[in-house]
């Protein structure tokens, strides 16, 4: 359920801060030269290029140590790295006197020492706390989580997708010990595939084809072989092995070290979804096939990033093998009502975006300089080397589709287009694609996008190779249109840009939303997670790539290192630690956001009980565990289910539901409830307060009642309940509540 993108602020700074600030973070790559005293890594920055030719910025590098350090050979000694592309600079081992006078040289912007910050390429896990730490053998800068999970070692995860490409480096099986005994499956060979492609990190893969037509068997391996490379970056997102030296499609965005939230864990892969292209299709008779091989495999975790399977029940019967299973909540935000894998057993994860953003730079005519979201990287500008290095625009006012492109000489010129009066009546990578083909069809040199969410950077795959493509804002757009020169345009490449000043976590534009229409008394989706530009392996390579298909695998990790970690929870249990533990606020204490049409504070329906926090999952206090026959308990209204959530879709006057913890943290233990009633309804819990003795019952059942204040047909409104105890732990759920007066009469919203 692959959908591409990113939102980030847009930042509002100079050309050279922003590349600069990109400099800097592709020296997070650097090591120190620990054996020499004398000599530090220097970081020169000589502004902008000023010619497409990278030799003549070397040589100008090269020219400038030469008359610091006396000659050419020591230059070229010297230099550790040349920035060459989309800036001019160098990265140079000099002592402190030489530094200073290099600092005096014509050209040079500036010169500082070295600076050495966490790497970010797989920038999710160290958003999530999950930090691995400097060296694979560390453990004094890694989560509480991920050292008391030992990595994730020997837990089985299985992952139902296009199949693996088993050369990737995030798929080494270095240091690792035997297979586990308790597995139980093969390696399946066939075409480019054979035994031993399968290791003691891949340790089974299997491939089905049963519903698969010829066409979309066309350009695919006839074998567990990913042509697609979807299933290749959600395994590798679930438990890749590090990788040191990794970024997009090689390019230095999002440069660093690459690994999956369980680094250790094992993978078994199930290949039922087949085609070369974006949308490849999983049938249900295969996904059901290998559903049926993982449960008598043996594995402990199962991450499908698939959509639409609210009919199969027969997940049901992997859970109660004591299998967690993963879905991804789909990819047809921000729509309400879209919200896809939506069964009670099941975990359901929405897409966030993490801190960093990748701020590109357009230059007008008149030398207005204004901020756009990219993936733009090549060396060579696709913008007309003449005029230095400017274009022309052409305002495409009546749509940016064939028809309209195909109206006009678009040859060698930057597209500008703009957003469809109605957004919410089509999709924005949908959109966005349309525009890059007439566009590239039509000859052009760029495309300058309006869009009212930039979750859509991964659509940027189809411009790589032919132009740059910038998504931007409406204001931008109006800043654009209103310069008085502003027939011409030049576009930068894409910098990295990592940390505070980049607003996150955010639910993605494209992430489904709730309610589920199939299940309207579960709350779905259960949780968020990181999903928006994540980094991972993809064939031999590794890319960027947007939607609830990467927020899956993301949780399935954690699913993983809890699995670890608490070997006696049930999926029930482990479900209930990561919602009842999650934030619903950013770094700064402030409401996590929603992208969509109109951004605005995130609710359940958007993010379910939050975005998940690993490292206090691992201690939840109180979790809410169900017996897997209660879930076909035909006695018990869907409402009473003992889920870490509550959704009343039709309260007429009165409900009363009922919900039983068990305790899981210290044997003595006291909580109290604190209520936050959704609008316009009156909520009470009895008993008010829970105990717990040593020795005496782990568990506790409470009643939560609803009354509706006012008779209206309304909405949903939303609250929660949270148990604190003396201040460790705070046990949260989400609720979302309907007042109903006629049942033929509803509101979704």
């Known amino acids: 359920m692959t959908k591409m993108g990113s939102r980030s602020q847009a930042v509002s700074v100079s050309p050279s801060v922003l590349l600069l600030q990109f400099l800097v973070l592709l020296l997070a790559l650097l090591s120190a030269d620990a054996s020499s005293s004398q000599t530090t890594i ?17 040589a100008s590098h090269h020219a400038a140590l030469t008359s610091i350090l006396g000659s050419k050979d020591e230059a070229r000694k010297s230099i550790v790295y040349s920035y060459k592309h989309g800036f001019s600079g160098f990265a140079a081992k000099l002592t402190e006197p030489q530094a200073e006078e290099l600092k005096k040289h014509h050209g040079v912007v500036s010169v500082k020492p070295n600076t050495y910050h966490q790497v970010h390429t797989t920038r999710s896990w160290d958003f999530l706390g999950i930090s691995y730490g400097q060296q694979p053998s560390s453990l004094s800068s890694s989560s509480r989580l991920l050292r008391k999970a030992k990595y994730g070692e020997d837990v089985i995860v299985g992952v139902i997708d296009t199949g693996i490409w088993p050369e990737s480096r995030s798929f080494d099986d270095t240091g690792y010990g035997p297979v586990p005994k308790r597995w139980k499956g093969v390696c399946e060979t066939g075409q480019a595939f054979n035994a031993s492609n399968c290791n003691r990190k891949v340790i089974g893969a299997r491939w089905y084809a049963g519903d698969a037509t010829e066409e979309d068997l066309k350009g695919e391996y006839r074998s567990a072989r990913d042509a697609n490379g979807h299933g290749t970056h959600t395994a590798s997102t679930v438990a890749g092995s590090p990788v040191r030296d990794a970024s997009h499609a090689g390019s230095g965005l999002a440069a660093g070290l690459v690994r999956g939230g369980a680094p250790r864990a094992r993978l078994a ?47 049901l019967h992997a859970v109660a093998a004591g299998i967690t299973v993963v879905f991804a909540a789909g990819n047809e935000g921000p729509v309400q009502q ?5 069964l009670p057993w099941v975990i359901t994860v929405a897409a966030a975006t993490v801190d960093r953003s990748f701020p590109t730079v357009i230059t007008l005519g008149d030398g207005q300089k204004m901020v756009g979201q990219s993936l733009y990287y090549h060396n060579r500008s696709a913008a007309s080397k003449s005029n230095n290095g400017f274009t022309s625009l052409h305002f495409a006012a009546t749509g940016c589709d064939r028809k309209n492109l195909g109206s006009g000489n678009i040859t060698g010129k930057i597209i500008v287009c703009f957003a469809p009066a109605i957004p919410s009546t089509y999709s924005p990578g949908a959109e966005f694609v349309k525009a890059t083909q007439a566009a590239i069809a039509g000859g052009a040199k760029g495309i300058i996008f309006e869009q009212y969410s930039t979750d859509i950077l991964d659509y940027q795959l189809y411009c790589q190779g032919h132009m740059p493509c910038v998504v931007v804002d409406k204001e931008t757009i109006f800043r654009i249109i209103q310069s008085n020169n502003s027939v011409v345009a030049k576009i930068s490449p894409a910098a990295t840009v990592v940390g505070a000043q980049v607003a996150s976590p955010r639910v993605a534009t494209f992430s489904s939303r709730g309610p589920s229409a199939q299940f309207p008394g579960i709350l779905k989706p259960d949780i968020a997670a990181p999903g928006v530009s994540i980094l991972a392996a993809k064939g031999d390579s590794y890319e960027l790539m947007s939607g609830t298909s990467m927020a899956c695998p993301h949780v399935s990790a954690i699913v993983a290192l809890l699995k670890s970690v608490h070997l006696d929870w049930s999926p029930a249990m482990i479900k209930s630690a990561i919602v009842t533990t999650a934030s619903v606020t950013d770094r700064f204490g402030l409401p996590i956001q929603a992208n969509s049409v109109q951004r605005k504070p995130a609710d359940p329906f958007d993010f379910g009980s939050g975005h998940i926090q690993p490292d206090r999952a691992m201690d939840p206090g109180l979790v809410y565990d169900i017996k897997p026959d209660d879930y076909n308990n035909d006695d018990l209204d869907i409402e009473q289910l003992n889920l870490p959530s509550i959704a009343v879709p039709d309260l007429k006057e009165s409900v009363t539901l009922t919900r039983t913890v068990t305790n899981v943290g210290p044997a003595k233990a006291t909580y109290r409830a604190v209520v936050e009633a959704p609008a316009g309804v009156k909520m009470s819990v009895e008993p008010p307060v829970i105990a717990f003795q040593k020795g005496g019952p782990r568990n506790t059942t409470f009643k939560v009642t609803f009354m509706a204040k006012q008779r209206v047909q309304g909405g949903y409104a939303f609250g929660s309940l949270t148990w604190l105890d003396d201040g460790k732990h705070s046990v949260r759920i989400p609720i979302a509540v309907r007042t109903v007066v006629r049942d033929f009469v509803a509101d979704a919203s």
């Open 269 to 315: 892969i199930y290949k039922s979804c087949h085609a070369v292209g974006l949308d490849a299709r999983c049938g249900d008779a295969s996904v059901l096939a290998a559903l049926d091989d993982a449960i008598g495999d043996g594995v402990d975790v199962l991450s499908l990033s698939l959509g639409g399977v609210n009919e199969k029940p027969e997940t």
């Open 338 to 342: 879209t919200v896809k894998n939506a």
């Open 42 to 58: 220097y970081v020169v920055y000589m502004g902008e290029r000023k010619d497409d030719d990278p030799s003549v910025v070397m």
